[in-house]
């Protein structure tokens, strides 16, 4: 195989869903063994993944679908007035070789999840399946509303009705390949709904599953180019995986490092998110966590900023740009988009563990850990759960409080053998020892 399971991952579990922030929590912790002030750099820098290599400049690309060489559909309807469709409509249905009724239809149900009007997209997936049974389209629309549903959260409160939608679109999609027509579709999807089991298992730390299901996707991928090589949603799939298996081969030696491909990686996300047909969203979300990888904060914040302004109720784009706004130390703005997360859904959770950051940042200690303690409350994966106890910890020892702070940092390490917790016991059995802090 010459591709990382981290990279197949991103690059076949991203293409339908608008995610991808289960592996950008995964933040890098680092320690020091200075003062106090220093553990607030740490915990500061420690909110986003900063990222681990240099900033490349993305070069021009030869080799993508050249949208001038052919004359096709989409240019002969160009010509056309009173067209009841947008131009991407048609170029997806010449590529798929679909109907555009049938490319509008898909592509309103992805708009609504975006706009995170769920119920609308449900009915809207409900009467699709309908119109065009045995298509897929149905259930993938509602396994992906659950995923996003869970996704907001981190969680998995939605598993069971995820499995049967998941369970009914695979079949559907196994059996329309026995019949011919449609391929290319039904490649396309079994490429996102193979893809997104990948991602599931990766959040379960199921990790070999995970491989399994991203090696399944790269063969309906490689399938799908096949019958629509100009599909211009597949060089996705390409530039995620040219980005991130550099990143990840630059960073450990498991595999070789090979040819820098970041910067192609990066452009080919681009030319997506301009000319892609069903994931443009998602592609924009790509390129911010890209962005934060590249330590690119304004471009990332840039990013989310217009997925912000396309979809300023997408939960899942807001818990990002808050988490932005605090790297940036612009604490009001990311006060103000935890707001209107609560305002769309008052029961999120994870919103709470941002607030209380935002309170830390400007000196609202008593404020911050309660807001901690509320969500230590949840019900919370383990990463999750240690690094608030974490949080907790610097909470109250910036208060003085040692003999708490230490016993949070305590229940951290229990809970994952959280390094920076075990570094944080450390030091404070060193400032007590030479009689720096007393407790």
């Not at 106090?36 to 490349?56: A, C, P, S, W």
């Not at 309807?77 to 590529?95: C, I, S, T």
């Amino acid at each position: 195989m010459r591709t990382s399971s981290f990279a197949i991952i991103l690059a076949t579990s991203l293409f339908l869903l608008p995610a991808g922030q289960a592996f950008a929590e995964k933040v890098k912790r680092s320690s020091s063994s200075d003062g106090e002030d220093n553990n607030e750099d740490e915990q500061r820098t420690g909110d986003i993944n900063e990222g681990t290599m240099l900033r490349n400049q993305a070069p021009r690309l030869e080799d993508l679908p050249d949208e001038s060489a052919t004359m096709g559909l989409r240019e002969m309807l160009q010509e056309e007035h009173n067209r009841p469709y947008d131009n991407v409509v048609y170029r997806g249905a010449e590529v798929l070789q679909l109907t555009p009724e049938f490319v509008h239809g898909a592509r309103q149900g992805l708009e609504l999840i975006y706009l995170r009007n769920y119920p609308g997209a449900l009915e809207h997936f409900g009467t699709m399946e309908k119109e065009y049974p045995g298509t897929g389209l149905g259930p993938v629309g509602r396994g992906l509303i659950y995923q996003a549903l869970m996704l907001e959260n981190f969680d998995f409160d939605y598993e069971p009705q995820y499995e049967v939608a998941w369970s009914q679109a695979k079949s559907e999609l196994t059996e329309a390949l026995e019949v011919p027509g449609n391929d290319a579709w039904e490649n396309f999807l079994l490429v996102g709904v193979v893809g997104v089991e990948a991602i599931h298992s990766t959040r379960r730390y199921n990790y070999v599953g995970a491989l399994t299901k991203a090696i399944e996707a790269m063969r309906y991928l490689e399938r799908c180019k096949e019958l629509a090589p100009d599909f211009p949603d597949l060089v996705l799939a390409d530039g995620i995986n040219n980005y991130w298996r550099s990143v990840v081969a630059l960073n450990t030696k498991l595999i070789p490092d090979g040819e820098d491909k970041r910067a192609e990686g990066i452009n080919q996300m681009k030319y997506v998110e301009t000319h892609g047909v069903f994931v443009g969203a998602p592609t924009t979300l790509a390129l911010t966590f890209t962005y934060l990888e590249e330590r690119d904060i304004k471009r990332a914040l840039g990013s989310a900023s217009r997925a912000h302004q396309m979809y300023p109720d997408n939960i899942i784009n807001n818990l990002v740009l808050a988490r932005i706004y605090i790297y940036m130390r612009r604490f009001k703005q990311s006060e103000g988009i935890c707001a209107q997360i609560l305002e769309d859904d008052p029961e999120n959770e994870r919103v709470q563990y941002y607030l209380g950051l935002v309170y830390s940042r400007t000196k609202r200690m008593d404020e911050a850990i309660a807001q901690m303690e509320k969500y230590l409350g949840y019900e919370l994966i383990d990463e999750y759960r240690a690094t608030t106890l974490y949080r907790l910890g610097g909470f109250h020892y910036r208060k003085g409080r040692y003999v708490q702070a230490e016993d949070f940092y305590i229940k951290a390490v229990k809970v994952n053998k959280h390094k920076g917790a075990k570094k944080r016991l450390e030091r404070m059995k060193r400032l007590k020892k030479e009689g720096r802090i007393s407790y």
